[in-house]
């Protein structure tokens, strides 16, 4: 088992919604319409789109995360892309990922600590994403910006570019094979989040350590620690979700 502590709460994060896809509905025009549901204080700001694939790829990373689940089984989760909302709609999104499979190929990663312009419509397909969700992070997103900036510039906080390189030998089949979550080699995709909405003044995965972090470990976070995020005045995440593809139960 990966080092994740459970939550005290009692009852899943009502602020935290499920909201199903529409038959052929694109992920980009679910996602459109949940950001139209946001409160208004809400329209500008980071949010957190998690998903969920089901090609080779993603289902290895969605086994290798079960180690943070109680029961063992598959996360629902295997990429989180960051979220800076200038405005309302989708086309005041700037999209920001540490992606194992980037469109364009990994370039030279030093040059930016690893993290990639995300195009949105490579997510766009419900049948290679069944699972999607939207998750907002109670932050100034000026903050995000300035801390997502000194990430790119700072490898010495947490090298990115290092966390891709012990994942890719695990997603391809490389050598032994050992999971790097259970090394304490978080998801680059998540350690990411997880540093900058730090360095912001939100703490995302208090389960964890952020070297540690995993989509699935955000995913339980915005679930379970609701009470921990809105204590002292503070806001819990809010969102939506949609999670139809399961690769197996406990039951």
């Given at each position: 088992?990966?080092?994740?502590?459970?939550?005290?709460?009692?009852?899943?994060?009502?602020?935290?919604?499920?909201?199903?896809?529409a038959h052929a509905q694109s992920n980009l025009a679910w996602l459109e319409q949940a950001l139209e549901q946001?409160?208004?204080?809400?329209?500008?700001?980071?949010?957190?789109?998690?998903?969920?694939?089901?090609?080779?790829?993603?289902?290895?990373l969605r086994v290798a995360q079960s180690h943070a689940r109680h029961d063992l089984t598959p996360s629902h989760w295997s990429h989180v892309v960051l979220l800076e909302r200038n405005?309302?709609?989708?086309?005041?999104?700037?999209?920001?990922e540490i992606s194992l499979t980037p469109v364009n190929g990994?370039?030279?990663?030093?040059?930016?600590?690893?993290?990639?312009?995300?195009?949105?419509?490579?997510?766009?397909?419900?049948e290679r994403y069944p699972n999607v969700a939207l998750v907002h992070v109670p932050l100034e997103l000026h903050k995000v910006k300035a801390a997502r900036e000194r990430f790119m510039r700072q490898r010495a906080v947490v090298d990115a570019v290092g966390l891709v390189t012990e994942w890719l030998p695990y997603v391809?089949?490389?050598?032994?094979?050992?999971?790097?979550?259970?090394?304490?080699?978080?998801?680059p995709c998540a350690a990411m989040a997880e540093v900058i909405l730090g360095a912001a003044g939100f703490e995302l995965t208090p389960s964890v350590a952020s070297r540690s972090s995993s989509p699935e470990a955000i995913w339980q976070s915005a679930r379970w620690w609701h009470d921990y995020h809105g204590s002292d005045s503070r806001q819990p995440l809010t969102g939506t979700y949609h999670t139809p593809h399961t690769l197996c139960t406990a039951d």
């Open positions: 088992m990966s080092g994740i502590r459970t939550s005290n709460a009692q009852a899943p994060n009502v602020k935290l919604r499920k909201e199903s896809r946001l409160e208004d204080k809400q329209q500008g700001g980071p949010s957190l789109l998690l998903l969920g694939g089901r090609d080779p790829i993603s289902f290895r405005g309302p709609g989708l086309s005041s999104v700037e999209a920001w990994f370039g030279y990663p030093p040059r930016t600590n690893g993290i990639q312009r995300a195009d949105l419509n490579a997510y766009a397909n419900e391809w089949g490389v050598g032994r094979n050992i999971n790097p979550l259970l090394e304490g080699h978080g998801l």
